[in-house]
C-alpha cells in the first residue's frame, strides 16, 4: 500500500500520480476523513484520562468516607461515551483502511503516459522475425498434426479454456520447465523453492490481488477458505511476510514452478482458441527482494534473466514499456517481453517483469534490517515470469515449424528432449 505518511502529508500529489493511471482519488474527501480520524483519537485518549482520574477520585472519596454514588455515575456516562467514540473510531478506520488497500502504487517518473496498450512503449527488438516460405500454421493445428494437444478431451475433463497434451508435446512442455529452472539457478542465481498452490486471503491481499481482483480467482470453500494460486509470485513473495530480513541476507532471489490458476473473468471472447488465454497453465516465476536503493537496477537485470530464456530458444521478442493506464495495480513500472507468433503475425505477451517498491511490502509486513540506523523499513519487492511456459511452446511451434507441419527442436532443448531434434519424425 501507499505510505500512509506521504497520504495525510500530500493526498493532492498523490491524486495527480494516480491520475496517471486513470484512478480518481478525493484527495479532499480523504482529509476530511483523516481530520476526524484525529478527532475522534483525541476524544478518546481525553474520555481515557478523565475516566481514569475519577476512577482514582471515586478512591479517595471512598477512604474519605464521601458519598461516591455521583462520582459513580459520572464515570459511567464519560464511559458511555468512551464507548461511543471507540465504536466511531473503530468504524472510522475500518473504512480508511479498505481505502488504503483499494488505491494502487504510484507510478515511476519514467512510466510513459497513455491510456491502454496501444500507447506502451517499445524499448528493443530482438531477433529476426522468421521469413517463412509458406502459410504459418497456428499451435492449435500444429498441435492436432502433431498428435498430443486435445481440447476436446479437456472440454470433457474441465470445460474450455483447457488442454491435455501427450507424448512429444508433454515432454516439450516439461522440457521448457526443466531448461528455464536450470538456467535460473545455475546461471542467473536463483534459489529454488516449492511452495503451496492453495493460498489464503491474507497471502493474496499482501500482493495486492485481493480485495480489488477476486474475481479473476479460483475460491476454494473450506475452513478457512482458500484461493487456487493465480500465479507463484503469491507464495513466493509471501515467504517475507511478517518478517525482517537481516542486511546481510540481502537480496533475496527466488525461483518457483507451479501451476497457475486463473478465472479470466473480464477476458469474455478473447483468446478463446487454443493455449494463450487458459484457466490452469503453469509459469517459472522469479521473486526478488532487495534493498530499497537496489530495486530499480534490481529491475533490469531481472528483465534481462527473462530475456535470456527467449535468446537460448531463438525466439523472437521485443521489450515495451507499460505506459499508466495499462500497468498493473501493484505495480510502479513494468516491462513486458512479447514473443512473436507467425500465425497471428504480432507480437504477444510471455512474461511481465515488475518493481512494486514498498507496496507489497507495507501490506506484508515485509521488511530488512537497515544496518545504518539498526531499525526495519520496507523492502522492495519485484517478480517477473521467466517464463510463460505454455505460451513459451506456443511460441516454438509457429516460429520452428515446417512446410509439413513438423517442429524443429531448440538448440538449447535438446539435451532435455532425449536428442529429439525434429517432433513429427
Not at 36 to 53: F, P
Not at 238 to 259: A, S
Amino acid at each position: 500500500m501507499i505510505d500512509p505518511k506521504l497520504l495525510r502529508n500530500d493526498p493532492e500529489g498523490v491524486a495527480a500520480n494516480l491520475a496517471r493511471r486513470g484512478f480518481e482519488f478525493d484527495a479532499a474527501g480523504y482529509r476530511a476523513l483523516d481530520a476526524r480520524r484525529r478527532e475522534l483519537q483525541q476524544e478518546t485518549q481525553t474520555l481515557q484520562n478523565q475516566r481514569n482520574e475519577r476512577s482514582k477520585e471515586i478512591g479517595a472519596a471512598k477512604k474519605r468516607g464521601e458519598d461516591i454514588e455521583p462520582l459513580k455515575a459520572e464515570v459511567g456516562r464519560i464511559g458511555e461515551r468512551l464507548r461511543e467514540a471507540e465504536q466511531a473510531l473503530s468504524q472510522l478506520q475500518e473504512e480508511l483502511d479498505a481505502l488504503h488497500l483499494g488505491l494502487p502504487n504510484l507510478l515511476d517518473e519514467q512510466v510513459p503516459d497513455g491510456h491502454d496498450e496501444a500507447d506502451n512503449l517499445e524499448l528493443r527488438q530482438w531477433g529476426g522475425i522468421p521469413a517463412l516460405s509458406f502459410k504459418p500454421r497456428d499451435h492449435v493445428d500444429l498441435g492436432e498434426l502433431l498428435g498430443g494437444m486435445d481440447f476436446e478431451a479437456a472440454a470433457r475433463i474441465a470445460g474450455s479454456r483447457f488442454v491435455t497434451l501427450s507424448g512429444p508435446l508433454a515432454r516439450l512442455h516439461r522440457a521448457l520447465t526443466q531448461f528455464m529452472l536450470d538456467l535460473h539457478t545455475i546461471e542467473h542465481g536463483y534459489t529454488e523453492v516449492y511452495v503451496p498452490y492453495l493460498v489464503n486471503a491474507r497471502a493474496l491481499t499482501g500482493t495486492g490481488q485481493l480485495p480489488k481482483f477476486e474475481a479473476d480467482l479460483f475460491r476454494v470453500e473450506h475452513d478457512p477458505d482458500f484461493y487456487l494460486a493465480p500465479t507463484a509470485e503469491v507464495p513466493v513473495t509471501n515467504l517475507v511476510q511478517e518478517r525482517i530480513v537481516e542486511d546481510g541476507d540481502m537480496p533475496l532471489r527466488f525461483v518457483c514452478h507451479t501451476p497457475c490458476f486463473r478465472s479470466e473473468a473480464g477476458s469474455y471472447g478473447k483468446d478463446t482458441r487454443g493455449m494463450i488465454r487458459q484457466h490452469q497453465f503453469e509459469k517459472v516465476e522469479l521473486v526478488q527482494v532487495v534493498r530499497p536503493g537496489e530495486s530499480w537496477d534490481a529491475l533490469e537485470a531481472l528483465t534481462g534473466h527473462a530475456e535470456a530464456v527467449l535468446r537460448r530458444l531463438g525466439l523472437p521478442y521485443r521489450v515495451v514499456s507499460l505506459c499508466g493506464g495499462d500497468i498493473g495495480f501493484s505495480a510502479a513500472r513494468t516491462y513486458d517481453l512479447e514473443v512473436w507468433l507467425p500465425a497471428q503475425e504480432r507480437y504477444r505477451e510471455i512474461s511481465s517483469c515488475s518493481n512494486f517498491t514498498d507496496f507489497q511490502a507495507r501490506r506484508l509486513q515485509a521488511r530488512w534490517r537497515n544496518p545504518e540506523t539498526g531499525k526495519p523499513e520496507p523492502v522492495h519487492t519485484l517478480n517477473g515470469s521467466g517464463l510463460a511456459v505454455g505460451r513459451c511452446l506456443v511460441a516454438i511451434l509457429e516460429n520452428y515449424q515446417e512446410a509439413d507441419g513438423r517442429v524443429k527442436v531448440p538448440e538449447a532443448l535438446v539435451p532435455y528432449m532425449g536428442g529429439v531434434r525434429v517432433l513429427g519424425d
